[in-house]
């Protein structure tokens, strides 16, 4: 898939686990420029320092809840900008809402001044606790717009309707991907989702610690293939929301097992009360994913554990600090 060749890209949220990778593929994939906002307040510059190696990046400090103004032509945005674990919106649950309210519709100005496409990354977070099994993207979810959970699933239920209506009122060309639980290198250690917890602590010789009675039930998907099929998600003509995600479904128990195997050990199971909202099913149906992209996920659980806790056994030995002359700041755009 070559289509990006010579085409200049900008990802809002660059230097996040996902945002880094994309900016990876993209370079990869032949993009002329890939452009990086990130404000770096969940974002790690240390993510993207390689990343000019691969071909003309740039990454420069920017809260895309202020305007966004860049010179020259821009061909596709991603918006991959937001906290995305318990721990980082429940610090900080304004600017949470801000960037998915305020920084989405500045993507979307962004992406009709320049004429380009625009894919948004929501998430599976716009079931809530569904209450159907597993979930299409026809169900409208299951959510408490005033629980501790409520500013990430509340902003990123409001990104795709700014997102539709920037596309039915503009004729916007506009991508919405549903994306489940992702996992992979580049992860936070202390984001407080349960792969970084359970693979720190199982190279530290910790306790599991298990939310609730470990019954409820996740998919992951490894981050290679999530990348992917954001690609080809915004490389289709698909407006409708898409789920992108793994359909094998474990219990949090299930996957303490496997993280325990493939670390070769690890403690006893710890449990703790079950955080309030807290969905107890999560599993995507991705038939349209697979009709409509040619999608499905192709690395197993256990290939992509593997990965996984080697570039974790590199971190808990001490990341280096961020090279100050890998980021622009957003004056100098």
Partial sequence: M??????????????????????????????????????FITGDPRN??????????????????????????????FNLASPASPIDYAQLPIETLRVGSLGTENGLRLAREKGAVFLQASTSEVYGDPLVHPQKEDYWGHVNPIGPRSVYDEAKRYGEAVVMAYHRTYGLRTRIARIF????????????????????????????????????????????????GLVRLALSDVTLPVNIGNPRELTILEFA???????????????????????????????????????????????????????????????????????????AL
């Fill in 2 to 39: 070559n289509d990006f060749n010579g085409k200049r890209i900008v990802v809002l949220g660059g230097a996040g686990f996902l945002g880094s990778h994309l900016c990876e593929r993209l370079l990869r994939d032949g993009a002329a420029e890939v452009i990086s906002l990130d404000s």
């Fill in 48 to 77: 993207i320092a390689e990343l000019s190696a691969l071909g003309d990046f740039l990454s420069v400090r920017h809260d895309i809840t202020e305007s966004i103004r860049i010179s020259g032509p821009v061909h596709y945005i």
């Fill in 181 to 228: 639980n992702t996992y992979g290198p580049r992860m936070r250690l202390q984001d407080g989702r349960v792969v970084p917890a359970f693979v720190g602590q199982a190279l530290r010789g910790e306790d599991f610690t298990v939310f609730g009675d470990g019954s409820q039930t996740r998919s992951f998907c490894y981050v290679r293939d999530l990348i992917d």
């Fill in 257 to 331: 097992e496997a993280v325990r195997a493939a670390a070769g050990g690890g403690g006893r199971i710890v449990f703790q009360p079950l955080p309030k909202d807290d969905p107890k099913q999560r599993r995507p149906d991705i038939t349209r994913a697979r009709t409509l992209l040619g999608w499905e996920p192709r690395v197993s659980l256990e290939e992509g554990l593997v990965e996984t806790l080697t570039w974790f056994r590199k971190v808990l030995e001490v990341r280096a600090p961020a090279p100050r002359e890998a980021i622009t700041e957003s004056a």
